[in-house]
């Protein structure tokens, strides 16, 4: 049975940092490329972030880029996700996501398998 866990949400003032975890168990982690994605009240889920299955190649939504940064740790079966500078706007659930084809994805439709999310709040 695959399971995705992430970890890491919480409540944190603007300009504050947050680093989420996704550990990954069922699967041939070192395989799957991972993504991130939020959702926030009354919005669609939104791209945030992916990664290969080598680590080699990321790639972050505009809106994030310069202050979130993906990562993973395939002997832990790990996907992180550093968040800085963070913004009221970022508040949202935030979701990793596993793709068997192993590449980058921005799109969610790719995803075999999800996360059940955590909880980011960020004050003003």
């Known amino acids: 049975q695959v399971q995705l866990v992430e970890s890491g949400g919480g409540l944190v003032q603007a300009g504050g940092s947050l680093r989420l975890s996704c550990a990954a168990s069922?699967?041939?982690?070192?395989?799957?490329?991972m993504g991130w994605f939020r959702q926030a009240p009354g919005k669609e889920r939104e791209f945030v972030a992916t990664?290969?299955?080598?680590?080699?190649?990321?790639f972050h939504a505009a809106s994030v880029k310069g202050r979130f940064t993906v990562s993973r740790d395939n002997s832990k079966n790990t996907v992180f996700l550093q968040m800085n500078s963070l913004k009221p706007e970022d508040t949202a659930v935030y979701y990793c996501?596993?793709?068997?084809?192993?590449?980058?994805?921005?799109?969610?439709?790719?995803?075999?398998?999800w996360g059940q999310g955590t909880q980011v709040t960020v004050s003003s």
């Open positions: 996501a596993a793709d068997w084809r192993g590449v980058v994805s921005t799109h969610k439709g790719t995803y075999d398998y």
């Open positions: 990664i290969s299955w080598t680590g080699y190649t990321t």
């Open positions: 069922g699967l041939a982690f070192t395989e799957y490329g």
